[in-house]
């Protein structure tokens, strides 16, 4: 979940912020549906970024059913529960309103992940919770430009084995 944070508020790389937790999701074995809205919810972000309100208002509103069913596990990670569904709920008004895409600061309430958050931003180089980082083409459109012959060759695999060849 750290470097989950670190992308989504220092980086301000959402797609990142998606694989990082989409791995932890698969591996996890359990399948903890709060994961799915962090996924959910940095896509959202992503969206949004590029204009894509439909795609980002969608996706919010998926993430925030879970965010709202799971508020007491969302706690337990050290996020202030009401102030966190209530700045996605706005941040779902300025979507449907059309208003541009601004930096997000989750609140979390457990100084220990914060610190910890800090430590890795400074870490990896960056500041922690930086709304002003200058975000490039290649974050900003980094599903079109990534290298995907690792991910076709999975799906083809993951089809061979369905098919039983």
């Known amino acids: 979940m750290i470097d989950y944070l670190v992308y989504f508020h220092s980086f301000r790389d959402y797609f990142e912020c998606h694989e990082v937790l989409e791995d932890y999701w698969k591996e996890d074995g359990q399948k903890n549906k709060l994961w799915v809205g962090f996924i959910q919810l940095a896509v959202a972000m992503y969206h949004h970024r590029r204009n894509n309100f439909v795609g980002a208002e969608k996706l919010l509103a998926q993430a925030l059913k879970i965010f709202e069913q799971e508020n007491?596990?969302?706690?337990?990670l050290g996020f202030e529960t009401n102030q966190f569904i209530n700045l996605l709920k706005d941040r779902q008004t300025?979507?449907?309103?059309?208003?541009?895409?601004?930096?997000?600061?989750?609140?979390?309430?457990?100084?220990?992940?914060?610190?910890?958050?800090?430590?890795k931003s400074q870490e990896n180089g960056v500041i922690w919770g930086d709304k002003n980082r200058k975000i490039g083409h290649e974050i900003i459109h980094k599903h079109k430009l990534r290298d995907r012959t690792a991910i076709i060759a999975e799906r083809k695999e993951q089809l061979k084995k369905k098919r039983g060849l």
């Open 72 to 76: 007491k596990q969302l706690g337990k």
């Open 94 to 119: 300025e979507i449907k309103t059309g208003l541009p895409y601004s930096s997000l600061a989750l609140p979390i309430e457990s100084k220990d992940v914060l610190e910890e958050c800090i430590k």
